[in-house]
């Protein structure tokens, strides 16, 4: 049983070792500095489940410019370099695989070069790819052609400032407009003539009270003025009960406005009320009453209330 086991492995160790085969070739052999061709590598005869090692280089290929100096390990400073990245893929061929690895490379340097051996591992066995020569070759020059300086074209940039307003004209121009209609309607509004903002009307009972607040606020009888005081007030009075009852009562007397009013109707108890208050006003007039601070603003308030019963009540 060990033999038969032991004889496998030999089976199975021999046939990758004689039909596992390595090649490595470059596409074009030779070529002029400058262009790209493509090296390949390529392992044949393996398992498609096979655990396969391979490490590639990244951006450029270590070369030397001889198999001389390539055994004798002496350094060179050759490369070729690797466009683009590594590529690798496994193609079917029967029975067994076939692992494919590709490089697209060009050279900066004339002459012969040759790219070192390198190695893949395959489970615990290690293959090698032998060394690849190849050629680069410089242009062909016309001996007939002269010799001319490259013309250079040069585009004209413009300045920062230019490609400034050419990228946000759109804009500035928008807000130079916008700019001028907001000066243009300012200018018109200032130049308008300003209208006065009229009120809302008082009435009749709304301004007589307005005018017996604003005497009383004078305070006339602190300057000595108490006559003044009075004299405004049966002013204010006359002047309201003519208008309510359309009567001509600044020139009558007391008696005499006492007699029209009673005429037109009114309440004899506001015709009493406002008998106290043309009366007391004729004696500070006439006989130099001097009442009290209390009876000045009792007066008032009166006067006040004479007016608002007097209103009526569509007014109020």
Not at 46 to 61: C, E, G, M, V, W
Not at 120 to 136: C, E, M, Q, W
């Amino acid at each position: 049983m060990i033999g038969k086991k032991f004889n496998a492995f030999i089976f199975i160790l021999l046939s990758v070792t004689l039909f596992a085969q390595t090649k490595g070739y470059i596409r074009r052999n030779s070529f002029y500095i400058g262009e790209q061709t493509e090296l390949v590598y390529e392992l044949k005869g393996i398992s498609s489940n096979a655990r396969l090692d391979f490490y590639p280089h990244q951006k450029t290929i270590p070369c030397v410019s001889s198999r001389a100096n390539l055994n004798s390990g002496k350094a060179d400073a050759r490369s070729l370099e690797i466009i683009g990245s590594f590529h690798d893929t496994l193609i079917q061929q029967g029975k067994t695989w076939t692992w494919q690895g590709s490089y697209i490379v060009t050279a900066w340097d004339t002459g012969k070069i040759v790219i070192p051996a390198t190695s893949i591992a395959v489970k615990d066995s290690v293959y090698s790819f032998s060394p690849i020569t190849l050629r680069v070759l410089a242009p062909k020059i016309n001996a007939k052609q002269g010799i001319y300086d490259i013309k250079e074209v040069y585009a004209n940039i413009p300045s920062s400032v230019g490609m400034f307003f050419r990228k946000n004209a759109w804009w500035m121009i928008t807000i130079v407009f916008l700019g001028l209609a907001v000066f243009w309607w300012w200018k018109k509004q200032k130049n308008k003539p300003k209208q006065v903002k009229q009120g809302k009307a008082l009435s009749l009972k709304e301004e007589t009270l307005l005018e017996i607040d604003s005497l009383l606020a004078k305070k006339l009888w602190e300057n000595e003025d108490l006559k003044e005081h009075y004299f405004q007030l049966s002013l204010i009075i006359r002047k309201y009960l003519g208008k309510r009852y359309h009567l001509s009562l600044i020139d009558k007397t007391s008696y005499q406005i006492q007699l029209l009013l009673v005429q037109s109707n009114v309440h004899k108890e506001l015709v009493a009320q406002i008998k106290i208050v043309l009366e007391q006003s004729d004696l500070v007039k006439f006989a130099k009453s001097e009442p009290t601070l209390l009876e000045i603003t009792s007066n008032a308030n009166l006067a006040k209330e004479i007016v608002t019963k007097t209103t009526p009540y569509n007014e109020h």
